[in-house]
Every structure is written in C-alpha cells, then in structure tokens.
C-alpha cells in the first residue's frame, strides 16, 4: 500500500500526499514551492509548510483538488478490477493514495502522481480499442475481469 506520494505540478514538485500515523490524509506544501510558486488550491489546502488534514471529510479524505484528479465511478471500477487481476488487491483494501498512484501522470487536470519509491516508466503500449471492448463487456454482465497491457485469455473454440 501507497502511504505517502510526491504531488508535480508540470515537471516540478510542489507538495507530498501522505497518510498520517492516524490513517488521516495529509498534504504539505514543498518549501521550495512556497518561497517561488502560487497557491494550487485556496479553498483546499492552506498555502503554508505545515502538513495539513483536509478540512473536510469527503473524498476518501482527500483535498478536493487532488480528489478531482481520479475518474469517476465508472473509471474507478475499472481501476478496482485491474487492481484486482494484477495486483490482487482486494477494492475495499484500495486507499486514495493507492489510486492516485495508480494514475500516475494519466490524471485528468494538470497534476502527477510519483509513489516515493518511483518504478522506471514502462512502454507499456495501451490499446484503446481493446479497452473499450473490454468495457462493454463489463457494462453488459459478461466479465467480471479487464486486462490492461497483456496477452488476454483465449477463449475456447
């Protein structure tokens, strides 16, 4: 499980994402980022160097400018699946933390994600097409699994 993630902003990192030792999420602001760069989210996160809780308890605990970085319900129950096949994590075990790395730099808005102890990027090549079939399949009842960059099963002939 993810406990604590880098937060970028472009190519430069403004701030961490972390779980407290109270299972509460946290979020504070580089030092660097505040002598020389702008307030991401006013109405989220206080623009000091002090870890800060979100003032409010929706979004998983998230602040909701890094909340807004997530898919929405259908998204994340495609995200819960593949977690699921590839990692075998039960989605009740899956924090917000674990999502937003999960997402990486493939977040809707302008933010990315590192886990702190960041893998090499893959070039994993992610057929667009095939997801989409997937998808439907899902939507209609007929699989309860989605493979995301690998050799799928054959089905029998």
Not at 12 to 41: C, H, I, P
Not at 52 to 80: C, I, Y
Not at 128 to 145: M, R, Y
Request: with cysteine; charged share 25%.
């Amino acid at each position: 499980m993810i406990t604590r993630l880098r937060v970028l902003y472009g190519d430069t990192q403004f701030g961490e994402l972390a779980e407290n030792g109270a299972g509460e999420m946290v979020f504070q602001y580089d030092r660097s980022w505040l002598a020389k760069g702008f307030d991401l989210a006013p109405a989220s996160v206080p623009f000091d160097g002090i870890a800060n809780k979100a003032a409010r308890t929706t979004f998983d605990g998230l602040p909701g400018v890094f909340n807004d970085s997530l898919p929405d319900g259908w998204g994340l129950l495609l995200m819960e699946r593949a977690l699921k096949k590839h990692k075998d994590l039960d989605p009740a075990d899956i924090t917000p933390l674990d999502r937003l790395a999960y997402m990486g730099h493939r977040c809707m808005g302008a933010f990315e994600y590192q886990p702190e102890l960041l893998p090499e990027k893959g070039d994993m090549v992610v057929d667009l097409t095939d997801i989409a079939e997937q998808s439907e399949k899902v939507l209609h009842g007929e699989t309860p699994e989605v493979y995301f960059g690998e050799t799928r099963p054959q089905s029998p002939s």
